[in-house]
């Protein structure tokens, strides 16, 4: 049992009984450093605060949000390490909601009732396997994953029966280096090996990053088919089927998906607004109607989903129902972010569908207005802000909100379709004078960042880049640029702790937006150099002096 002594544990259970009894196992298998979350948002303070070894959580939670929902959130927003250990507690035979919690990968399920005794057994076998991955998410959690492929390598020879997740997490991180080609071989060899249905699909993911939609499809059709159950496969279909252009059987995939595993919010959003954009709003209404009672009960709630769902209802001619979703929002997240600017917006949907252009000319004025003072608001609503001011003889307010889009345009994709909101109000010519304007606008960034830098005014060069990410998280030059910026400083000026949480956060970033940039492989190549020429890297995480 000395094994576990020094481990931190988090029991998130809303019974103060099973608290304790989990707590006594706990403790007889020998933690001692645990601590108690009695519901999701309890147990995401927790987590936000430290991070633990061990999370142990109850599957039925009170207060409306269930032990998958709350995994969901916390892999979304990064709020556990790779080394936490997840553990599923449940007495749930439910098969949807197992497959749900299943595909975000917990690290382990035990079923209630159990005992201290097979508590052990599943932890310490948890542990075994992170103590063999442990220097390869070392070197992952620095950014070093250069290193940390060849760290699998390494582990696959001296822990032959972990082969299989180390090839697996070697072909990750190549995807995640921007080297499918590199990964495609792994996956194909995994295949062939033992017909593994997630090695099939990481061969569609590397022909999907590079384009060849076609042939991903053919893959993950085929997976689908042969395997029902699959979700993963179904999520990745739909994502191509999109890229094609082809919405509606991207609809058909996703309402599958959620056939089988009927809890996970993103899932369900992502159907919601695809339903939208093909116009069957009687599937996007009921869809947003359950991502909005969902998420009701999360930290990160998001009040586009409010919005989403009074675009729905004004598309179906209900803005009786609208105008209810709207005071929901403003009574159940007034004060929090973009409540305001979602609010006002969707307002104006309603009072232009009843015609009360009094009203909404005074919502469109305070949509504008709220948009200014805030940040992290979609594009695609930023796109129906514009398209009803540009219904409503307000111009000036939509070029400015779509030169914000342009400028910070994620893909061409994005570009295409706010081209399209001047173009069906039959302003083509206003569209190009602010894709112009929105072109130079970056490069002229782009430009005074790397004239400062070449000054030798490095920190300059990073205070101003940094300012153009905040204004513009989503374009990939500015955040290419930016990375390039912070790792010159560092190299030229000297070490930084926190420049350096930056440069691995904006490398992240640009993998993210651009994750076949041929440029990729020279960025992270300078951020190991700097990681090496200041002892950065693996030894120092493993105790050698500063």
Known sequence: MNELEGLTALIVEPHAGMRASIHNMLTLCGLSKIEHAASSNAAIKHL???SFDVVLCEYDLDG?????QLLEDLRHHKLMTMTTMFIMVTAEGNYSKVVSAAELAPTDYILKP?????LLERIGRALDKRNVFMPVYQLMEEGNQREAIDACVGGMRLHPRYAVDFLRLRAELHLFLGEPELAEPIYQQLFDAKAIAWARLGLAKTLFLRERFDEA????TSLVESNKKFVDAYDWLARTHAAIGELDKSQAVLSDAVAVSPHAVRRLRKLGEVALETGDTDTAEKVLKQVVSKAKYSTFRDPEDHLKLVQTLVKKGDPVQAAAVIRDLDKSMGGQKNTAVCSAISSAMVHEYTGNDVRLEESLSAALTACRLTSGLSPEVKMELARNCL????EDGAAEVMSEVMRNAANGAVMAKAMAVFEHAGRTDLALSVAHDSRQAVVDLV???AA???EGDYRGSVELM???VGKLPDNPQVVFNAAVAVLKCLENVGWDAQLAQDALGLIDNVRRLDPVNPKLPALAGLHQQILTKYDKGARRKAGAPA
């Open 466 to 468: 940094l300012e153009a």
């Open 114 to 118: 159990f005992t201290a005794d097979l």
């Open 217 to 220: 499809r053919d893959i993950l």
């Open 391 to 394: 219904q409503n003889n307000m």
């Open 64 to 68: 409306g949000q269930d032990g998958q």
């Open 452 to 454: 400062k830098a070449n």
């Open 48 to 50: 936000g605060l430290k």
């Open 447 to 449: 430009a005074a960042g």
